[in-house]
């Protein structure tokens, strides 16, 4: 995001623990009651996770936004597919129903974003690949296992696709909540098989049980514009390696 915005001639700022090259610097301590520098009229990518504690997960969005110095003009929120908990079959008609704790936390930080005082777009993506992560690294390196027969549902997305999908909405005055995918939900046997003749490799063994979802993603590309960079893994995979 930081280098879409840089080459469209914008003044960008990023919250990192570590140096981000090409973008100004400001450090993001979880623990902090310091002020964050937020200029007013800024468009913010709020995109931390749910971070782990001793006394278990927490969510930083209602301390963080207590801290913004001025208001922006807008916030997209990167949530999760999570959200969404057992429910196999996902649009953006789909209502959230979490089911563990960190989910929970994840639909209290998207209604906090919705409160304030700025225009807002929670988009939730499904799993995010790229060069250096996915599949097609984790079975490379002897790490990826089949969730039981391996006939559960994944979605995913390409993480310059999702960029592309951050890029729009903070330039749009959409509001809402969406899920994110590209056009192929595919089992996890389906996209192990792919990678192992790809790579050359044997297919990975069985191991746990894993999500099964199904998200349809045409609802927030055909609002924003968007034309998939990368259509499905076939097309993503290749290009990630």
């Known amino acids: 995001m930081a280098q879409r915005f840089r080459e469209r001639g914008a003044e960008v700022w990023v919250s990192s623990r570590h140096p981000a090259e090409g973008a100004n610097l400001f450090l993001f301590e979880a623990e902090a009651s310091t002020a964050i520098p937020i200029p007013p009229g800024a468009l913010v990518l709020h995109s931390i996770p749910v971070l782990e504690s001793p006394d278990g997960p927490r969510e930083l969005t209602e301390d963080m936004l207590r801290r913004f110095t001025k208001e922006p ?30 989910e929970t936390l994840r639909v209290k930080a998207e209604e906090a974003v919705r409160r304030g005082p700025w225009s807002s777009l929670i988009l939730r993506p499904a799993a ?29 997305i390409h993480v310059d696709d999702l960029a592309a999908h951050v890029e729009a909405a903070l330039l749009a005055d959409l509001t809402g909540a ?11 046997r389906e996209i192990a098989e792919f990678c192992s003749r790809l790579l050359g490799v044997p297919m990975p063994p069985r191991g746990g049980r894993a999500s099964d979802r199904r998200v349809d993603g045409r609802a927030i590309r055909e609002r924003l514009g968007i034309t998939l960079r ?7 995979i290749p290009a990630s390696l």
């Open 73 to 102: 003009a807008r916030m997209v929120y990167l949530s999760t597919t999570g959200v969404y908990g057992a429910q196999r079959d996902v649009d953006e008609n789909t209502v959230p129903a979490p089911l563990t704790e960190r």
């Open 128 to 156: 995010i690949y790229g060069p250096g992560r996915g599949i097609q690294v984790s079975l490379r390196e002897g790490r990826y296992q089949l969730a039981g027969d391996g006939n559960n549902f994944v979605s995913r």
């Open 178 to 188: 969406y899920p994110v995918a590209d056009e192929l939900p595919c089992t996890s």
């Open 230 to 236: 990368y259509p499905s893994y076939r097309e993503g």
